[in-house]
């Protein structure tokens, strides 16, 4: 029975299972604006992986997280003050998560997709479009959004730090096969 089953898979053409990818480079940097002033800053610990088969992006997955307290901003003290409780809480909350609900093709050199990021103990959902740059054995991706700091309960209502926050991912993959 077992050889009948592959077999008949064989022949179907039963969807061949994601095909892994090793990540070669991947950052996630930010820009917010203080007293009127553009912040940059990244993260040195993070993982971004993909699962994704070379027919089908509607089977992918993509997933990341990164180390909250590995935020660089350039100045130490600011560092140390937003891995405290009122802004990244890494103690209770050390992971900031993102991971794909939905992915497709869009236009050429586009992937579309849903991530679910949760940072502390907010999960939000929310559409992003990558450049994507694909060949048999290298995957680029690329995106940057926007996100309201507060709706993640990072920091308080303040008059000189903005609300709103600009975050870039990048990351490029090789084929493990």
Same mark, same amino acid.
């Given at each position: 029975?077992?050889?009948l089953?592959?077999?008949?898979?064989?022949?179907?053409?039963?969807?061949?299972?994601a095909?892994?990818?090793?990540?070669?480079?991947?950052?996630?940097?930010?820009?917010?604006?203080?007293?009127?002033?553009?912040?940059?800053?990244?993260?040195?610990?993070?993982?971004?992986?993909?699962?994704?088969?070379e027919?089908d992006?509607?089977?992918?997955?993509?997933f990341?997280?990164?180390?909250?307290?590995?935020?660089?901003?350039?100045?130490?003290?600011?560092?140390?003050?937003?891995?405290?409780?009122?802004?990244?809480?890494?103690?209770?909350?050390?992971?900031?998560?993102?991971?794909?609900?939905d992915?497709?093709?869009?236009?050429?050199?586009?992937?579309?997709?849903?991530f679910?990021?949760t940072?502390?103990?907010?999960?939000?959902?929310?559409? !992003?479009?990558?450049?994507?740059?694909?060949?048999k054995?290298?995957?680029?991706?690329?995106?940057?959004?926007?996100?309201?700091r507060?709706?993640?309960?990072?920091g308080?209502?303040?008059?000189? !730090?903005?609300?709103?926050v600009?975050?870039?991912?990048?990351?490029?993959?090789?084929?493990?096969?």
């Open positions: 029975m077992k050889t089953l592959i077999v008949v898979l064989l022949i179907t053409g039963a969807p061949s299972p095909q892994d990818w090793t990540t070669d480079t991947a950052a996630v940097t930010f820009k917010i604006r203080n007293a009127g002033i553009a912040v940059n800053g990244t993260f040195d610990s993070l993982e971004i992986r993909l699962e994704h088969s027919k992006w509607k089977a992918a997955r993509l990341g997280r990164v180390y909250a307290a590995s935020i660089v901003t350039g100045m130490g003290l600011r560092d140390k003050h937003l891995r405290k409780e009122d802004y990244f809480q890494v103690q209770t909350h050390p992971w900031i998560y993102m991971e794909s609900t992915l497709k093709r869009a236009e050429k050199g586009e992937l579309e997709g849903v679910r990021l940072l502390k103990e907010h999960t939000r959902e929310i559409p !992003l479009v990558f450049a994507c740059s694909e060949t054995d290298k995957i680029s991706l690329e995106t940057s959004f926007e996100l309201d507060q709706e993640f309960g990072v308080g209502k303040s008059l000189f !730090l903005s609300d709103r600009r975050v870039f991912v990048s990351a490029e993959f090789s084929s493990t096969r």
